[in-house]
């Protein structure tokens, strides 16, 4: 028997909540000591679309089923009245490696997993007194990522910046009805970096936005944008005189994230091992050190993470008697 579970099922009982953090921190727990199985994404760029279809998957040990989920990126569907991301998720049984659910979630879990990702980035790696934080991007992961980090965080400013000054306008608009900071749309990036303690990049560029002279002490950067080899948000000199830099998983990042871009221009050696959130979360010791250090989290997305969100929304959504059950 197979289980269809639909979108609005799912954003009826999935939210954005502090119950999710731990169930993420052990998906990369379980990464970083060994105890999953995360082969190479696989992606289709769609070039004269704008687009990109990514298949993720991983499978941690012990548990009695995984994930594989296609997400899509067409970043033009703005312009024609649609969301930029959508995607499926799969539930495969680990034992027969049967189709046990269906989890038409649009994109929703990949969105949700990734903003949990950020709010955990911060938990462990920016000071726990920010009081300013800047935003590069006005997308839906410009609002998720900062959603998510107020579980984590009291900010009591937030500065965005993105490439056309009426979204930006529309971002506040929307987001501060659900949160209480003082909201400043700023004209250029260096102003957002500069007076920000925290920064969250959330776009898809392909040129850097953020460069090294603007980088002061005590700032923590999450990158989530760089999920492609392409994609680079940060200068490269960014990653290199950082005082530390997390991957979500350094073989990911060395060819899609910010650190791609560092090797490749030759800044970081090639046999440098990084810390790994996986890391940062089992032995915390391994995060931050002081007030002053800068520090920058590369997020380009993990099977694990979907393979966490997947069992999760597919639990929650049995336990409110949702999905439609196939014979």
């Given at each position: 028997?197979?289980?269809?579970?639909?979108?609005?099922?799912?954003?009826?009982?999935?939210?954005i909540?502090?119950?999710?953090?731990?169930?993420?921190?052990?998906?990369?727990?379980?990464?970083?000591k060994?105890?999953?199985?995360m082969?190479?994404?696989l992606?289709?760029?769609?070039h004269?679309?704008?687009?990109?279809v990514?298949v993720?998957?991983?499978?941690?040990?012990?548990?009695?089923?995984f994930?594989?989920?296609m997400?899509?990126g067409?970043?033009?569907n703005?312009?024609?009245?649609l969301?930029s991301t959508?995607?499926?998720m799969?539930?495969?049984?680990?034992?027969?490696?049967?189709?046990?659910?269906?989890?038409?979630?649009?994109?929703y879990l990949t969105?949700?997993?990734?903003?949990?990702?950020?709010?955990?980035?911060a938990?462990?790696?920016?000071n726990k007194?920010?009081?300013?934080?800047?935003?590069?991007g006005?997308g839906?992961?410009?609002?998720?990522?900062l959603?998510?980090?107020m579980?984590?965080?009291?900010?009591?400013?937030?500065?965005?910046?993105?490439?056309?000054f009426?979204?930006?306008?529309?971002?506040?608009?929307e987001?501060?009805?659900?949160i209480?900071?003082?909201?400043?749309?700023?004209k250029n990036?260096?102003?957002?970096?500069?007076?920000?303690?925290?920064?969250?990049?959330?776009?898809?560029?392909?040129?850097?936005?953020i460069?090294?002279?603007?980088?002061?002490?005590?700032?923590?950067?999450?990158?989530?944008?760089?999920?492609?080899?392409h994609?680079?948000?940060l200068?490269?000199?960014?990653?290199?005189?950082?005082d530390?830099?997390v991957?979500?998983?350094q073989?990911?990042?060395?060819?899609?994230?910010?650190?791609?871009?560092a090797l490749k221009a030759?800044?970081?050696?090639?046999?440098k091992?990084?810390?790994?959130?996986?890391?940062?979360i089992?032995?915390?010791?391994?995060?931050?050190?002081?007030?002053d250090?800068?520090?920058?989290?590369?997020l380009t997305?993990?099977?694990?993470?979907?393979?966490?969100?997947?069992r999760?929304?597919?639990?929650?959504?049995?336990?409110?008697?949702?999905?439609?059950?196939?014979?």
């Open positions: 028997m197979t289980t269809i579970v639909k979108e609005n099922e799912i954003k009826k009982c999935v939210n909540s502090k119950d999710i953090i731990p169930i993420i921190e052990n998906a990369f727990v379980s990464l970083s060994g105890e999953a199985i082969p190479p994404i992606r289709l760029d769609i004269e679309n704008n687009g990109e990514d993720k998957t991983a499978y941690i040990k012990g548990l009695d089923s994930a594989i989920k997400s899509s067409f970043y033009n703005p312009s024609i009245g969301p959508g995607g499926v799969f539930l495969v049984s680990t034992k027969t490696g049967k189709l046990e659910t269906v989890l038409l979630d649009g994109g969105d949700l997993r990734t903003a949990i990702a950020g709010a955990i980035a938990k462990y790696l920016a007194n920010i009081k300013e934080v800047g935003i590069i006005a839906m992961q410009a609002k998720l990522q959603i998510a980090l579980l984590v965080r009291q900010p009591t400013t937030v500065r965005i910046w993105a490439r056309d009426d979204k930006g306008e529309k971002y506040i608009k987001v501060s009805s659900k209480n900071c003082n909201f400043i749309n700023c990036p260096k102003e957002v970096t500069e007076k920000s303690d925290m920064l969250i990049t959330t776009t898809p560029s392909s040129a850097p936005l460069q090294y002279e603007w980088i002061h002490k005590g700032l923590h950067i999450t990158a989530m944008g760089s999920d492609a080899e994609k680079n948000e200068d490269p000199r960014i990653i290199q005189n950082c530390l830099y991957a979500d998983r073989s990911q990042t060395s060819i899609l994230g910010e650190l791609h871009h030759n800044l970081v050696s090639k046999d091992k990084f810390t790994e959130l996986g890391d940062v089992d032995t915390q010791t391994k995060g931050r050190k002081s007030e250090q800068i520090t920058v989290c590369d997305g993990t099977g694990v993470q979907d393979t966490a969100i997947a999760y929304a597919f639990e929650i959504a049995m336990k409110n008697n949702l999905g439609l059950q196939l014979d």
